[in-house]
């Protein structure tokens, strides 16, 4: 089986070989194909890759070519997984800084930051759904570009259900939480509904009985995981559920903004010149075995210690534990999918797919993250129960924002693009939403398409 990985320069590739390094079984994959328009990210990660391969000492390891040509990189594929970053860490940057100048949030997938790069992500992902649909019509699809849930959203009108949305968030907040009961995470059912980066665990069922409510009435389990301590006890509790991580940006905005604009520098700007650090040495000619993983392993271990720092620092939540530094494993969730997929073994995961009629507020064709039944027909969406107001009011109001940005990017439009930025809750400001564009016009070659 042939896997393709577009954005095969991404720093986080490694954790997706490193997966199929593990998995012996009949119908595994066998031959990766890295694909990326910057030659200097492919051959440091091929170097990677290869060292990961060499400390393995597996002698079937998946064999790894990289291309710059896309249709290269697609044809034969089996599966095809999308990590791109239109832009890269500069643009990441950039948007940050832009909307923190502003007093809004400028965070890669949420609020301005996100609409900025979903504006330069969008045109670019249909481009490539188009491209497969036409090279590699058999395809399935493992998107993790972000915005998540936007991207999938925007590459489904290509592919239809062809394409699988992922995100490592919801699965390590459900391991942690299972783990908090004493409950194995792959017996818990885990309730959890919204969409990508906008989601609540809402029961966690252990033997047919939700035992969150135990959870929630216990303040020292509530406040000894990571979630717990940026949310609090008490708000927890009033909520009746244990959100997803970056609902921390939407309930205490204020403290999250001005803790980022008092930071040092951004998070992007951080990723940025570490990872500057990290290519360079790779990808340096004449260095011994091993060397590109070890700086690799450094730099992914500082990477996740330092994760949403900010918004620990404004929750007084200190660093991060052991327990919380283990991600999700957005690998881990990806290869249980194409293994569903290809081999027709069933899995429940937490995806993004198209609604139908699971969530009733939203159209068929929103894409949700829900719970789902995998096969090798594709990733079916179990039935939830009604979100309660609050969490209506956020989910539509954050896919009208959505569906502003396709239209935006689909006909060029500035006053769809503007209307994006003004109708978000965190920024809530016509006059804000229009400086907010005219800053990253400015600076982002992608959206000279605006007009």
């Known amino acids: 089986m042939r896997l393709t990985i577009l954005g095969g320069g991404g720093f ?3 954790l997706v070989y490193g997966a199929l390094l593990g998995d012996h079984a009949e119908g595994r994959v066998t031959r990766v194909t ?12 091929s170097r990677v ?6 400390a393995a000492g597996v002698p079937d390891a998946p064999a790894v070519t990289a291309t710059r040509d896309l249709d290269e990189a697609l044809r034969g594929a089996d599966f095809v997984f999308s990590a791109i970053r239109v832009g890269g860490l500069e643009g990441r940057a950039a948007d940050e800084r832009i909307a923190l100048a502003e007093g809004v949030l400028g965070q890669e997938t949420v609020g301005a930051g996100g609409i900025a790069y979903g504006l330069r992500t969008v045109p670019v992902a249909r481009r490539i759904a188009r491209r497969i649909a036409r090279v590699a019509p058999e395809a399935w699809v493992i998107n993790f570009t972000n915005p998540a849930g936007l991207v999938t959203e925007a590459m489904a009108e290509e592919l239809g259900e062809r394409v699988i949305g992922i995100c490592d968030s919801p699965v390590g907040l459900g391991r942690r939480l299972a783990r908090l009961l004493g409950a194995d995470p792959q017996e818990a059912w ?28 216990d303040t020292g389990a509530l406040e000894s995981f990571e979630e717990g301590r940026l949310f609090g006890a008490e708000w927890l509790r009033s909520l009746g559920a244990v959100p997803n991580e970056y609902l921390h940006y939407y309930y205490f905005n204020r403290d999250t903004v001005r803790a980022y604009q008092e930071a040092e520098r951004t998070r992007g700007a951080f990723l940025r010149d570490q990872q500057h650090g990290f290519y360079a040495e790779a990808g340096r000619t ?21 994760y949403m720092a900010e918004n620990r620092e404004a929750a007084g939540a200190g660093g991060r534990d052991e327990r919380d530094l283990e991600s999700g494993g957005y690998e881990k969730v990806a290869l249980a999918l194409m293994r569903a997929i290809a081999r027709d073994e069933r899995a429940t995961l937490i995806l993004n797919v198209r609604n139908g009629s699971t969530l009733p507020v939203l159209d068929a064709e929103a894409v949700i993250e829900v719970p789902c039944l995998v096969d090798a027909n594709g990733a079916h969406p ?5 979100l309660p107001l ?5 989910v539509t109001a954050v896919k009208a ?3 502003e940005v396709l239209a935006a990017a689909a006909s060029g439009s500035r006053a769809a693009a503007v209307k994006a930025f003004a109708l978000h809750p965190l920024v809530d400001s016509v006059g804000v939403a229009r400086r907010l564009l005219d800053g990253y016009a400015a600076v982002h070659p992608g959206l000279a398409y605006l007009r």
């Open 12 to 14: 986080r590739v490694p």
């Open 34 to 45: 890295l694909y990326d328009d910057d030659p200097g990210r492919l051959t440091a990660m």
């Open 382 to 386: 179990v039935g939830v129960t009604p």
């Open 390 to 394: 609050h969490a209506v009011g956020l």
């Open 401 to 403: 924002v959505e569906r």
């Open 190 to 217: 885990i309730d959890y509904v919204g969409l990508n980066h906008l989601g609540w665990v809402r029961g966690l069922r252990v033997a047919g009985r939700d035992e969150l409510p135990r959870l929630l009435a």
């Open 286 to 306: 004449g260095q011994p075995a091993g060397t590109a993983l070890a700086a690799w392993d450094r730099t992914r271990a500082e990477r996740e210690a330092t």
């Open 49 to 54: 890759l290869a060292d990961q391969a060499a």
